[in-house]
């Protein structure tokens, strides 16, 4: 019975949209208040009657109730709990429910936080908002019925697949689909702007927090990625430039630079077109990885296998909704009045540069993603675009990108000056030599291009808190009034210093982890000692265990150090019983500065195994990295300024005026 409620939840959040598409749009238009109304109503009905469908798909995986098709395809009966629930999503129509959910309940958010907006605004993004959930419902209640039932049910499911069951891969998909779908609030703020034809400073103050939101989600849901990459995949990478992960960093990149272009919106009432159309971008990139997970055009262990009859369906979906996106914009935008002028040598400059920077790198990363599939499309042969591609043309744009990065801060709006600012980051410059010198002194002299990262890595870090330090005057006033003055810096200014700074530290993982790493394969036998760094592992053995829903063999490696004993490890590998499949579970140390990792292969037949063993400098920092960037974000999203509406400018009215009546009008306005 539920299932089937489930399903008519759908069907009513359908109608619900189509209303909430309609009636506000039109009402907008033709001034109609009462209209209008309806847009927040509707958007809380529509988030209802999706999150009651979505609560019924997990009850149904919860009590293992095996007359649902994607229950039976996607779940056991011994299978943890986590992984019951997280199965609703680890898969293709799951996880489109889940999809529209967030979409939904980000309209709700803007229904119920959104008073401060002028209601003719709030009733046409409420409105694009729904014509997004109208062709997302359509495409599920069409092509990816997830309440589907199977008669008879059978005794048990199939399970989920087990790279799946994981920790990290349970709440990946969660967070990356709030940045993804969160990116739909800045799209349909700005298809409401070109459709009222105005932008100002306003409008880009409410823009900012949902998408510094959905920037942040995206930020841990990739991070999430790489992270159960890293350790469960059992390579011992994080990034594998995959077409999939390469979905999810596009519309990171843009994101970014929307972000920073909507700053000088507020700031200076200027880059309005272009902002417009990184909005535009920024959910459309989401949704052509949406067309590459589902289509089924990709082989990748991220992607759902799926008809490919259904990326049809989205491919139509992403016609209609970027290309009407552009065209709207090609007929509007020129109409928008030009913002104030700066200088080159400006901090606006210098976001400009960061956008230009930002757009050419997210070019690059979708040519070499979409490249192969088109020559596929055109019968013109096979090919693969890998790291090589990706490190010869992405890496090169980061390096002014960073240094950029750190000088924006400390140039004043309008007009800079250069030598000024030049003089102020030598000890910045200082800082990031003398991080050169230790890493090639712990290296023993290279390579140059790790050198570059660890110069890159402290230039971030350091001038991040230089700005922040120069903020409060600290070492120039007595240190109450630099306490005073931090506890009084806006929430924004304490996220963006915290972001910049967990970039920095974020690169020098990167860096350490791709041009330091020590690897080590061979077959080894009980008895046998291993050597990688400076550590030596004893093998002990290998002993059977038992999981919920899985066999494993469990290797006891005693590692020293220095003739000291520092810890055990223990990779298993482990076989799922229902599905039949082998995974590697890896064992990883970790000081804070390196890990050791290892992960166990396959028996040879002479009781002997295969071990992977990776020693990766520095490669805890990329995750620390990532969680100071998080942290800045939500930081950011506590500055009260982006809770109200940026002042409107008014014209002044005459000191003494001449008609009484004519003073009556303008105080009105």
């Known amino acids: 019975m539920f299932p089937e409620l489930g399903h008519y939840a759908l069907v009513l959040a359908l109608v619900v949209a189509l209303v909430q598409a309609g009636l506000p749009l039109a009402g907008a238009q033709r001034g109609e208040s009462a209209w209008m109304a309806v847009a927040g109503p509707a958007a809380l009905a529509q988030f209802g009657l999706i999150g009651f469908a979505f609560a019924t798909l997990i009850q149904a995986a919860i009590v293992s109730d095996f007359s649902v098709l994607n229950v039976v395809q996607n779940s056991h009966s011994t299978k943890p709990l986590l ?40 009733a046409r993004v409420l409105a694009v908002q729904a014509m997004i959930g109208v062709g997302f419902l359509l495409f599920i209640l069409a092509t990816s019925d997830p309440f589907a039932r199977v008669d008879p049910p059978p005794l048990d499911g199939d399970d989920l697949n087990p ?70 995949l059992g390579w011992g990478g994080w990034w594998f430039w995959d077409p999939v992960e390469n979905a999810s960093l596009m519309p990171w990149l843009a994101g970014t630079a929307l972000l920073h272009s909507a700053i000088v919106v507020e700031k200076r009432d200027a880059l309005k077109s ?138 004043s709006w309008k007009r800079a000056d250069w030598a000024g600012v030049l003089g102020r980051l030598a000890v910045v410059g200082a800082l990031a030599t003398l991080a050169v010198l230790v890493a090639c002194w712990q290296s023993g002299g290279g390579p140059v291009m790790a050198l570059v990262g660890v110069a890159l890595a402290a230039w971030a870090f350091f001038g991040a808190w230089l700005e922040w330090a120069e903020r409060i005057a600290l070492f120039r006033a007595p240190l109450r009034v630099s306490l005073r003055r931090a506890a009084g810096l806006p929430a924004a200014a304490w996220g963006m210093t915290l972001a910049h700074a967990g970039l920095g530290l974020a690169i020098a993982g990167m860096t350490g982890s791709s041009f330091w790493v020590s690897e080590r394969i061979q077959v080894i036998h009980p008895g046998d000692t291993v050597e990688i760094a400076d550590y030596h592992l004893s093998f002990q053995g290998v002993e059977p265990v038992v999981g919920p829903n899985y066999d494993a063999q469990r290797a006891t490696f005693v590692v020293t150090q220095d003739g000291r004993k520092v810890g055990l490890l223990a990779p298993e590998r482990r076989h799922y ?22 992960a166990l292969g396959d028996e040879d037949g002479t009781g002997g195994w295969t071990l992977r063993l990776y020693h990766h400098p520095l490669v805890p920092w990329l995750w620390l990295g990532c969680g100071v960037m998080v942290f800045g974000g939500l930081v950011s999203l506590g500055d009260r300024r982006l809770r109200i509406g940026a002042p409107s400018k008014r014209r002044r009215r005459p000191t003494v005026p001449l008609v009484p009546a004519l003073a009556s009008s303008d105080d009105s306005r």
């Not at 680890?90 to 709700?108: Q, Y």
């Not at 909005?279 to 089924?296: D, K, M, N, P, Y």
């Not at 976001?351 to 499309?377: H, I």
């Not at 019983?577 to 290892?598: F, Q």
């Open 274 to 411: 272009w902002t417009l159309l990184l909005a535009i971008l920024t959910f459309s990139l989401s949704l052509i990885g949406t067309f590459l997970v589902r289509s089924g055009v990709l082989s990748s262990v991220h992607a759902f296998a799926v008809d490919p009859a259904r990326g049809v369906f989205i491919l139509g979906l992403l016609t209609v909704t970027i290309g009407g996106s552009l065209l709207l914009y090609g007929l509007r935008a020129p109409a928008l009045k030009a913002g104030g002028l700066f200088a080159p040598i400006s901090r606006e400059g210098a976001l400009v540069l960061n956008n230009l920077l930002l757009a050419t790198a997210t070019a690059t990363v979708l040519m070499g993603t979409l490249y192969p599939l088109f020559l596929d499309v055109l019968g013109a042969g096979k090919v693969s675009v890998g790291a090589p591609f990706f490190n010869a043309t992405f890496v090169p744009l980061m390096i002014p990108l960073v240094t950029a990065m750190v000088v924006g801060p400390f140039l």
């Open 83 to 122: 992984y019951k629930i997280a199965g609703v999503w680890g898969n293709h129509e799951g996880s489109m429910v889940l999809w529209v959910t967030i979409l939904a309940g980000f309209g709700a958010a803007v229904a119920v936080f959104g008073r401060s907006l002028p209601l003719p605004l709030k």
């Open 577 to 598: 019983t229902v599905t039949g499949m082998p995974l590697s579970h890896a064992a990883i140390r970790t000081t804070g500065t390196a890990d050791l990792y290892l």
């Open 163 to 232: 790279l799946l069951q994981d920790p990290g891969l349970a709440l990946h998909p969660p967070f990356l689909y709030l940045g993804y779908v969160g990116f739909s609030m800045a799209f349909s703020f700005a298809i409401a702007a070109l459709i009222e034809g105005r932008v100002d400073p306003a409008w880009a103050r409410w823009v900012r927090p949902w998408t510094l939101a959905a920037w942040t989600c995206l930020t841990l849901g990739v991070a999430l990625g790489s992270w159960w990459a890293y350790y469960t």
